[in-house]
């Protein structure tokens, strides 16, 4: 019934300064590299020394042969040649899927539709044509009880954090505690104090703070510990690195592989970054032009000869 | 042609936005009977809507009372007929003045702050947070919404009416001379003779009270209508407000006249 009104919930264009920012933080990184004192020159891109750099930047983290996929699983989240409109097209034939503990990027160039994609996935926006399938349900055909059900085992950051400005930032994370758990109100307590550490904040100092009174990298932060609160089996991300400096964009890439390998969560990241992107993806999907022009393992994609990749990875 | 399509295409939209309005209202109503029920919020938006109201109601309806005296103060002295002054502001305000100047006033500082509010949590995804983290957002914005608006503007309609019988009292005294108790006699005099419902509760009571409880519906609904229907940033967040306000200053001066012609064929006196 209510699921009439799903195709008209509708995404806001982000602020043209939140891409700036995503540069600028993937900048500082690569400065932060720099200075750790290998030889590159910082000013000339070199294809070859990029590539060997992110090959290095993989291999750093895992074994080639340690792959987290459970493939012989029914995977989590499944397109099916989906599409999507609004003034023009912005997906077209879009397919793929996510198996159980894996971690799949989501990475292109802005105003791709990569925000869309995790949109549909949660059926904030229903898809022109195509399926959408989660946890083994076709998402468009459920009731929206039965959807919001179904988010519940599901963890969102927004790009833009959508903190509640009328609660504190304790409220916030204990929110979907205390829509869908019973816990009292200790229990509720320590989990937001723990979600609150694993995100580097002190949460004596920000608990009480109204989302307004954090800077804008703390407000991603604690988008990031609310995403978490209700320890769900799915994480949705869309860019939680970005506005963010190089040492906690490393705690959050850290704590995305560790929420996999330890609870083998299953997570779909969207991100400008395409470093850590490499570090903690399974699998990297890469949208262009309406479509996903590559899917794959971070090794594949750094070996691809294709032109657009090869220039993609060369701006990074 | 092109002409053609732009129309057809404005008619579709408004076609659409009326038949979610429809279905906004519905659920608002049936949600108010559903689990989970967000009390919390309620008596908050009862405090926002309504007690931080109180000032401007009181306000308004202490002057219009005071203006309404001494116009009919000017015409009546014509006829010597100065002492029924205290009849005419009593069944103005009652009937008709106090539902529809406390609508009027709730829909431009509520109805707005509504609009303005959701919009804001619709164009910074806070309203697609809440669908997420498994929260329908009706439940949880529009109907506390919705109920408290019902429950408080018959209250700020009494208190406008009140304090307009006391403006008009003011006038009665210092500009006419009356004694204040034939003032009250006139203001009793006049309800006790436009009939009764059941005997005893007075047919302007009928009528002021239901107006505004219908009302306080259509302020709460088209605000939050409005409110969620917001698209493109907080410029769209500023046409919301603009249009919930003149929206629902609209409905609220159209509907009195429709509940009027009903109550009237209704409740004859
Ligand atoms: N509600 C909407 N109405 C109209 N167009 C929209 C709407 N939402 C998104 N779009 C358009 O869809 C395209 C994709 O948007 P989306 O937010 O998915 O991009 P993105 O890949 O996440 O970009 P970014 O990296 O900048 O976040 C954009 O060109 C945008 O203009
Ligand atoms: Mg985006």
Known sequence: MMGADDPNDTTVKEPDNAQAAAAGASDEERRATDRRGDDRAADVVHPERVRAAI???????RDADDDPRNTDAQPVIELRDVSLAFDRPILTGVSFEVYPGETVAIVGESGTGKSTIVKLILRLL??????????????????????LEIRQHMGMVFQGSALFDSLTVFENIAYPLREHTKLDEDAIEERVREKLRIVDLDPDQV????????????????????GLAANPKIMLYDEPTSGLDPLTTGTITNLILKLQRDLNVTSVVVTHDIRSAFRMATRIALLHDQRIVFFGSPEDMTASDDPYIQTFLGGY | MALLQRINAAARDKVFSLQEAFVLAWNAFRFIFARPFYGQDVIQQMDAIGVQSLGIVVLTGFFTGMVLALQSAVQMQRFGATAYVGSLVTASMIRELGPVLAGLMVAGRVGSGIAAQIGSMRVTEQIDALNVMGTDPIKKLVTPRLI??????PALTVINDVAGIFGGNVIAKYYLQLPTSLYWATVWDQISTGGFVLHFIPNDFVHGLVKPFVFGGIISLTACHFGLRTTGGTEGVGVATTRTVVTASILILVTDYFITQALLALLPA
């Not at chain 1, 229903?126 to 959807?147: F, H, P, W």
């Not at chain 1, 990298?217 to 609310?226: I, L």
């Not at chain 2, 408290?148 to 503007?153: K, N, P």
């Open chain 1, 55 to 61: 090959r290095k930047e993989i291999t750093a983290d």
């Open chain 1, 126 to 147: 229903v898809a022109d044509s195509g399926e959408v399938r989660v946890l083994g349900n076709d998402i468009e055909k459920l009731t929206y009880e039965q959807a």
């Open chain 1, 207 to 226: 608990m009480e703070l109204a989302p307004s009174e954090l800077s804008g990298g703390m407000q991603k932060r604690v988008g990031v510990a609310r």
């Open chain 2, 148 to 153: 408290a608006a019902l429950l408080m503007l």
